[in-house]
């Protein structure tokens, strides 16, 4: 077999934790990026900062700082013992809230750009027929911007997948429960198991080219609106 059985379920939880961070993205990411794309606040360019920090912030510090807020002193820490959820750090939920925050600017900065290219002139319009802001957002935003919710969610799924340093710092290295593919090569890599490092990093490989590769095989078909 090409695969462990350790390997497969690695694979399977880090499916599932893409699956579920790129859904709370889209629902927490969209409004932002809608946000970002309409407003002239003052605010918008420090809120764009924030969003955009973990493309350049080390996973490792990202991750030290989320574990001291999830952690029994920080004040996530502290309301989730009192909600009687106890402890985030080293759960599967854990890795959730972590991945969210390190995959946030992967689904708002597509859906941003989106947003901005669809321009006035289409909410005018619905605004003359008496579409309230929800039905215009719904009915013509969102088809409009199709291309960009489907560039973010793959971006944020694919990025999901390869995270290392940030689920390695908040989920540690538990078999089935926060022991995701790229721990645990790993894992193969520093018991020398080299032959099971390699075959576990090609499927990743693999995949990593194939969500690239459809990503741009969509692209030449978008169109910018005015």
Same mark, same amino acid.
């Given at each position: 077999?090409?695969?462990?059985?350790?390997?497969?379920?690695?694979?399977?939880?880090?499916?599932?934790?893409?699956? !579920?961070?790129? #859904?709370?993205?889209?629902?927490?990411?969209?409004?932002?990026?809608?946000?970002?794309?309409?407003?002239?606040?003052?605010?918008?360019?420090?809120?764009?900062?924030?969003?955009?920090?973990?493309?350049?912030?080390?996973?490792?510090?990202?991750?030290? +700082?989320?574990?001291?807020?999830?952690?029994?002193?920080?004040?996530?820490?502290?309301?989730? =013992?009192?909600?009687?959820?106890?402890?985030?750090?080293?759960?599967?939920?854990?890795?959730?809230?972590?991945?969210?925050?390190?995959?946030?600017?992967?689904?708002?900065?597509?859906?941003? *750009?989106?947003?901005?290219?669809?321009?006035?002139?289409?909410?005018?319009?619905?605004?003359?027929?008496?579409?309230?802001?929800?039905? %215009?957002?719904?009915?013509?935003?969102?088809?409009? %911007? #199709?291309?960009?919710?489907?560039?973010?969610?793959?971006?944020?799924?694919?990025?999901?997948?390869?995270?290392?340093?940030?689920?390695?710092? !908040?989920?540690? *290295?538990?078999?089935?429960?926060?022991?995701?593919?790229?721990? =645990?090569?790993?894992?193969?890599?520093?018991?020398?198991? +080299?032959?099971?490092?390699?075959?576990?990093?090609?499927?990743?490989?693999?995949?990593?080219?194939?969500?690239?590769?459809?990503? +741009?095989?969509?692209?030449? *078909?978008?169109?910018?609106?005015?």
């Amino acid at each position: 077999m090409l695969l462990t059985d350790s390997d497969l379920q690695a694979i399977g939880l880090t499916v599932r934790l893409a699956g !579920i961070v790129t #859904l709370i993205l889209l629902v927490v990411g969209t409004p932002i990026a809608w946000w970002l794309a309409r407003t002239r606040h003052w605010s918008k360019g420090p809120l764009g900062a924030v969003v955009a920090l973990p493309l350049v912030l080390p996973p490792s510090v990202l991750g030290f +700082y989320l574990l001291l807020a999830m952690g029994p002193q920080g004040p996530v820490g502290h309301l989730t =013992q009192a909600l009687g959820i106890g402890l985030l750090p080293f759960t599967f939920w854990g890795l959730v809230v972590a991945s969210a925050f390190y995959s946030l600017p992967f689904m708002v900065q597509p859906l941003q *750009n989106a947003f901005e290219s669809i321009g006035e002139r289409p909410l005018e319009v619905a605004a003359t027929l008496r579409a309230s802001p929800l039905d %215009a957002f719904f009915t013509v935003v969102v088809p409009l %911007a #199709l291309p960009g919710f489907l560039t973010a969610a793959i971006l944020t799924f694919a990025h999901t997948v390869g995270e290392f340093g940030v689920v390695l710092m !908040i989920g540690g *290295n538990l078999p089935g429960e926060t022991r995701v593919a790229s721990v =645990q090569i790993y894992d193969h890599v520093e018991a020398l198991e +080299y032959a099971a490092a390699h075959r576990l990093a090609a499927v990743m490989l693999i995949f990593s080219f194939l969500v690239l590769l459809a990503l +741009y095989a969509w692209r030449p *078909n978008t169109k910018k609106w005015s």
